[in-house]
């Protein structure tokens, strides 16, 4: 399933970050997005629902939705957690 979040060890996590690289971080790993004290380009990773497994970007009027390919490794902003996304 794309988008679904997996453990690796320590040598998968090198593997991939050599391979595909950190991305933008996001601000949090949320159930429900925000909406109110929105900026443009605040990302998060949607854990349930419709989208989850996605990355929501605020684009000022709507948010975009990204199906983060195997590898993908992001970092949350306010709690420092790292996802890596698998394709399991």
């Known amino acids: 399933m794309p988008g ?17 690289g950190l991305q933008e ?5 949320t159930d429900t ?13 949607v854990t349930s629902g419709e989208h989850s497994g996605q ?4 684009s000022g009027t709507a948010w975009t939705y ?3 390919l195997p590898g993908y490794v992001v970092v949350s902003t306010r709690t420092g957690l790292l996802r890596i996304f698998t394709s399991e």
């Open 4 to 20: 679904s979040v997996g453990v690796p060890t320590i040598g998968k996590v090198e593997d991939m970050l050599d391979e595909r």
């Open 25 to 29: 971080p996001v601000l949090d790993f």
């Open 33 to 45: 997005l925000p909406v109110e004290d929105l900026d443009i380009g605040d990302r998060y990773v």
């Open 55 to 58: 990355i929501a970007e605020w």
């Open 66 to 68: 990204t199906i983060p």
